[in-house]
Nanobody, 116 residues
Framework: QVQLVESGGGLVQAGGSLRLSCAAS????????MGWYRQAPGKQREVVAT???????NYVDSVKGRFTISRDTAKNTVYLQMNSLKPEDTAVYYC??????????WGQGTQVTVSS
């Protein structure tokens, strides 16, 4: 099992930046995949970015070139650097850890609001 705690959300103007952090309760070195998801009001939760135990990253097309996912295994923390934010990025952002057969684990979410 793993517990995840997100931080770093807030209110920012369009074009601004935020960095989200996801602190894990255990070592993330061997966690298969960690990622960031988001859910906007009235919409389904969608994957934003993922990073594997080997360091490979993937992004949803809408954030490519603007967002960067990274991890610090010494701090058991995954980050999402978000630049050039747009109003359509407004959502609750959730950290996720996939532990293979042991399933998915989620944080409580952090609100990101981008004003136009």
């Amino acid at each position: 099992q793993v517990q995840l705690v997100e931080s770093g959300g807030g209110l920012v103007q369009a074009g601004g930046s935020l960095r989200l952090s996801c602190a894990a309760s255990r070592s993330i070195f061997s966690i298969n995949v960690m990622g960031w998801y988001r859910q906007a009001p009235g919409k389904q939760r969608e994957v934003v970015a993922t990073i594997t135990s080997g360091g490979s990253t993937n992004y949803v097309d809408s954030v490519k070139g603007r967002f960067t996912i990274s991890r610090d295994t010494a701090k058991n923390t995954v980050y999402l650097q978000m630049n050039s934010l747009k109003p359509e990025d407004t959502a609750v952002y959730y950290c996720n850890a996939w532990l293979g057969e042991r399933g998915h684990y989620w944080g409580q979410g952090t609100q990101v609001t981008v004003s136009s």
